[in-house]
């Protein structure tokens, strides 16, 4: 029986408002290098597959422990993203890593409040998230902080996803057995594999559906999720 579930956090509670794509676009745009939210989600089922060996590729291994790593590694992956739209040497990454960076720019998914509601009725909950630190501050503003009993945010303990001690920090401060705990996030390599490895029961939320066969019990909605971990 699950005790307690763990959610990640960006793109799993939290995106940019109103979408990734369409926030790009309206920056972009903003700076006189106009771009359609059509054209970016273009780019991101492009480089959907490659982003992790594309984070490696920025240099930066934690890129969440200080301003100075977060903004090398976001501004090396926006100029990614300025090169397949032909926006490269704009300078415009500076402006889309101050605009991503504002923590005003993310709200929560439709989805979550009510996923967290029924969840809490038979469930203790958590939060895991290669984070900056001022995340901790924006979930309380979104009113949903306090929901979860434990909160472990990379940017705060200094240790990253995949690295297995971020997920035996936050069992150990729950104080529940991996096998008695679901972890709920949408990157294979940095949620699924690690929380499976270490005995914790992952499901993978991935709402763009762009896993056929993960490794795990998929949704596409956190509506989906009362149900699936009652299954588990």
Known sequence: MIEAVFFD???TLLRPHPSFAELFATICTESDSPVTPDEVRGVQERLAPHLVDLAEDTGVRNPTFSDEGSRTFWTFLYR?????????GRGLEDALYERFS??????LFDDVLPALDAMARDHRL?????????LEERLVELDVGPRFEVTVISGVELIEKPDPGIYELALRRMGSPAERCAHVGDSIKLDVEPAMALGMHPVLLDRADRYADPP?????TLEDLPRLVASL
């Open 9 to 11: 956090a960006g793109e």
């Open 80 to 88: 990614r993203f300025l090169e397949e739209l032909g926006l490269a």
């Open 102 to 107: 504002d923590s005003s720019s993310y709200m």
């Open 126 to 134: 958590g939060l895991i998230s290669n984070f900056e630190g001022w």
């Open 216 to 220: 795990c019990p998929k949704i596409t």
